[in-house]
């Protein structure tokens, strides 16, 4: 027959000890399963312990003694403690740094057009393709000209986006004389081509151009463009109060890329 003895485990000097009470105290003691086997165990002044309670005992030589009761565990975890009262006190954490997103808009004009004496010039080509100037020809009959470029409902794509600059493509055609001339910019309130006169606004001076020249990035005033963005504007357009300077620049019929705006924007930040 085996001895049991053999598999009891010695808790000398194993410091605090669980146990668990099979009995309630009684006279200053109680019966303890501690360690896989039952001891009697003597209880400190004050305590009273009942049976099945969770128990905290140490051994002093050959003496078992109850000197706390340990309590069940927590139904529910602990609340962590809030963002910044930690143990080490340090700040909150910072918040994330704002997404910035750029971004190039490249927008064709829906329209070339050049109005003169109340109505939009056909008789060199499309209405909405033609060749855009600004003046009047030497000696001519005619009024004076304004030619427009529209850039439709594109660029609103762009609504709430901060423009960072803007570029336009333009090129001059012979009309007039060879020598470099600057032409008048201005901003247009439309952006498809009105029936009647179009709306100028804002005055800045264009590329100055020999006949035949190009301008493949004029910058235009960044105000101008996030107005085009915002909606408030819709298109350039050259013109003048006087007859000279002639100037006329290609529209959509004869170079593809004519007043074409780029649109270099962002977004946050």
Avoid at 29 to 41: D, M, P, S
Avoid at 45 to 52: E, I, K, P, S, Y
Avoid at 184 to 192: A, C, M
Wanted: overall charge positive; hydrophobic content about 40%; glycine content about 12%.
């Amino acid at each position: 027959m085996a001895d049991w003895a053999d598999t009891k485990i010695s808790t000398a000097g194993l410091g605090a000890l669980p146990g668990v009470a099979r009995t309630a105290s009684s006279n200053g003691a109680c019966i303890v399963r501690v360690a896989g086997i039952e001891v009697t165990a003597r209880v400190v002044t004050g305590l009273t312990v009942a049976a099945g309670d969770l128990l905290l005992l140490i051994r002093l030589g050959s003496l078992y003694w109850v000197i706390a009761k340990t309590p069940a565990p927590p139904s529910t975890p602990p609340t962590p403690p809030a963002a910044g009262t930690g143990p080490d006190g340090g700040d909150t954490a910072p918040d994330p740094k704002p997404v910035v997103t750029t971004g190039r808009l490249v927008v064709a004009p829906v329209s070339t057009a050049t109005y003169r004496d109340g109505h939009w010039r056909s008789d060199g080509g499309g209405i909405d393709s033609f060749d855009t100037f600004q003046g009047r020809y030497s000696g001519s009959s005619y009024g004076r000209m304004t030619g427009c470029a529209f850039y439709g409902s594109k660029p609103r794509t762009l609504a709430g986006a901060t423009v960072t600059s803007a570029t336009i493509q333009v090129r001059r055609l012979s009309a007039g004389d060879f020598a470099a001339r600057t032409p008048t910019l201005r901003l247009v309130s439309q952006s498809t081509r009105p029936a009647g006169a179009p709306t100028l606004n804002e005055t800045t001076a264009g590329p100055s151009l020999a006949v035949n020249a190009t301008a493949n990035a004029f910058a235009i005033p960044t105000s101008w463009a996030q107005a085009i963005v915002d909606g408030t504007r819709g298109g350039l357009a050259i013109s003048i109060s006087a007859d000279t300077p002639y100037i006329r620049l290609a529209g959509r019929g004869s170079w593809s890329a004519a007043w074409t705006l780029t649109i270099n924007w962002r977004r946050g930040g």
